[in-house]
């Protein structure tokens, strides 16, 4: 079967770093996504890593290793508005999107 | 820029009822998809669209049913709703081509009672 696993949820302090993981177990591998989600609204992409490295993008960065089966996304310079819930994907073999479950952070003062 | 819009907001359905949900674009998207989301849960492919025209089914596809006339609409109906149906539902559209980004609509939140 096809498994995408993250933390339930996490508690960061503002101006602080956070690093969120994602491991995955797919059909084949054709890109990994990253989304943010405020409660109550829709997912707003984030990133796409389709090879190993880092991306960096301002406060957010995002890892991939497609050996391990393994994404992460960093977080810098935590703010108030950082709290969500962050959901990893993969774009499988067939390409359709392989959603995790979603970690969700909570920024504390 | 209106993006993907949904309707309605939120409902409430006696089981047994049908409803359409229903979802429009404006950026002449190629792809279409409807997921839904549940606490818990990891959003789920109900069905999708990878041009007007063009109908697939995702991985929840039971229960539910789609069509594509056009380009801009892809209503999603319930013929006759069951409580497990109970879900926020999220429209979302893309160019179509693989590792392209799907951009949601703001949801429906359907209650089957």
């Known amino acids: 079967g096809q498994n995408i696993d993250q933390p339930t949820e996490m508690t960061a302090t503002e101006g602080a770093i956070v690093q969120i993981n994602c491991t995955y177990q797919?059909?084949?591998?054709?890109?990994l996504f990253w989304y943010q989600q405020h409660a109550g609204e829709a997912p707003t992409f984030l990133s796409y890593?389709?090879l190993d490295g880092l991306e960096e993008k301002g406060r957010f960065s995002s890892f991939l290793s497609r050996s391990k089966g393994y994404s992460y996304l960093l977080l810098k310079e935590l703010q108030m508005k950082d709290s969500a819930s962050y959901l990893c994907?993969?774009?499988?073999?067939?390409?359709?999107?392989?959603w995790g479950a979603g970690t969700k952070l909570i920024i504390k003062p | 820029t209106a993006g993907i819009t949904q309707a309605p907001t939120s409902q409430i359905l006696a089981a047994g009822r049908s409803m359409t949900l229903r979802c429009t674009q404006d950026?002449?998207?190629?792809?279409m998809y409807w997921y839904r989301q549940d606490l818990g849960l990891g959003l789920r492919l109900i069905h999708y669209?990878?041009?007007?025209?063009?109908?697939g089914k995702g991985e929840v596809p039971d229960g539910y049913s789609v069509s594509r006339a056009n380009t801009d609409d892809f209503p999603l109906t319930l013929a006759s709703a069951v409580p497990s149906q109970t879900s926020v539902y999220f429209c979302?559209?893309?160019?179509?081509?693989?590792?392209?980004?799907?951009?949601f609509g703001p949801g429906t939140r359907l209650t089957v009672l």
């Open positions: 979302a559209s893309s160019e179509g081509q693989p590792g392209d980004t799907q951009y």
């Open positions: 950026m002449r998207h190629n792809a």
């Open positions: 890593n389709v």
């Open positions: 994907a993969v774009l499988d073999s067939n390409y359709q999107l392989i």
């Open positions: 797919t059909s084949g591998f054709n890109g």
């Open positions: 669209s990878n041009t007007a025209g063009t109908t």
